[in-house]
């Protein structure tokens, strides 16, 4: 069976997703729906679909599923209007930027019964997913720290800022998802700090450029995450975690992955420059699974309520700066 999906959000993340259709055999994009129809046709003349509403999208019984690409403000409401009308729903995170409108969502889904993934793309990286397997394997014993560093090459537009609900929600709600999937405790308290050490007007507009973490877990497993919105160098994404018989790492990616010595030292290639190139891999292969789940109807993961737990965390980040306190975190 080939799964048919539709597109709502021709923009950076949209564009991603629609490659990742397009190189796998098991579905088509046969529809894609933008505010912007430039966007939208871009899209549809490279994947040979249509440009439809929203509406229409809703409407056709031919559409097995959608994938929810636009901004994170419209996502809790495109959620529920898919799952009522028995789509199977890919949605990026966040699921929205209040955590009372993302749980009544989390209701009106449980409520039809919908295929509902979040898109936590890193899970599906297979440099983080080889990190995963041992521990799971048991090589390194008992997690008992874990370091995230998560650090963009430049920040996005303000116009972007704005909508995004600020870095914890945005940004880091992906190193909270990373915790998670790591630590194999959930995270009890959070302790937050954060700057505009980058751009002042990020903070004239009510966020952060750059933030440090402690997140802990009930039996006392910590995990520390470093953000910021500028890297000179690179899109810089690394992974270690330490265990009492050992500690695995997962370190940067580069397209060109070799190592030049001579007589003024040694260099190697630039990173990748941001996600779109850094997890072209983990993009497909999450696709790959969303694709899996609405063919077989298999529960889901990262689910709804992996997206409910990143945005208690990042609820709880913001208390922390408020209160310069470790904050318990409420779900
Ligand atoms: N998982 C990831 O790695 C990742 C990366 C980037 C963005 N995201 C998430 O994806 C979402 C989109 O981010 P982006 O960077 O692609 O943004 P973007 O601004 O590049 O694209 C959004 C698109 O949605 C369209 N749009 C806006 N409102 C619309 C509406 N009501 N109906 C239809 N189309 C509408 C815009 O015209 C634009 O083309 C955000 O929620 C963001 O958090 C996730």
Do not use: W
Request: glycine residues 8%.
């Amino acid at each position: 069976m080939v799964t048919r999906l539709a597109l709502l959000g021709a923009g950076r993340i949209g564009k991603v997703h629609a490659r990742a259709i397009a190189g796998n055999g098991q579905a088509r994009l046969v529809a894609v729906a933008d505010a912007m129809a430039e966007a939208a046709e871009a899209i549809a003349n490279a994947a040979g679909c249509t440009v439809r509403t929203i509406e229409a999208i809703e409407a056709d019984p031919e559409i097995d599923g959608v994938l929810i690409c636009t901004p994170t403000n419209t996502h809790a409401d495109l959620i529920e209007r898919f799952a009522r009308a028995g789509k199977a729903v890919f949605c990026e995170k966040p699921i929205d930027l209040d955590l009372a409108r993302a749980k009544a969502c989390h209701e009106v889904v449980k409520q039809t019964g919908a295929t509902v993934m979040l898109g936590f793309n890193r899970r599906f990286d297979p440099h983080f997913r080889a990190v995963r397997a041992e521990i799971d394997k048991g090589t390194i014993g008992t997690v008992e720290m874990v370091s995230i560093t998560s650090r963009d090459p430049g920040p996005p537009p303000y116009d972007y800022i704005k909508v995004s609900g600020g870095i914890f929600r945005d940004m880091t709600i992906h190193d909270f998802d990373m915790a998670r999937f790591l630590l194999g405790e959930e995270v009890t308290t959070v302790f937050a700090t954060g700057a505009c050490l980058i751009d002042p007007k990020i903070g004239e507009l009510g966020d952060y450029d750059s933030a440090s973490l402690i997140l802990t877990t009930a039996s006392g497993r910590q995990c520390t995450i470093s953000n910021s919105r500028r890297a000179t160098y690179g899109y810089d994404q690394r992974i270690e975690v330490h265990g009492s018989l050992g500690s695995v790492s997962a370190e940067n990616q580069r397209p060109v992955s070799i190592e030049l010595a001579t007589t003024a030292g040694y260099t190697r290639p630039p990173l990748h420059d941001f996600f779109m190139t850094r997890y072209t891999d983990a993009y497909a292969a999450e696709i790959a699974a969303f694709i899996e789940a609405v063919g077989t109807g298999a529960k889901t993961s990262p689910s709804l309520e992996d997206g409910l737990i990143a945005l208690a965390l990042a609820d709880a980040a913001l208390q922390s700066i408020d209160r310069k306190a470790a904050v318990a975190v409420q779900i």
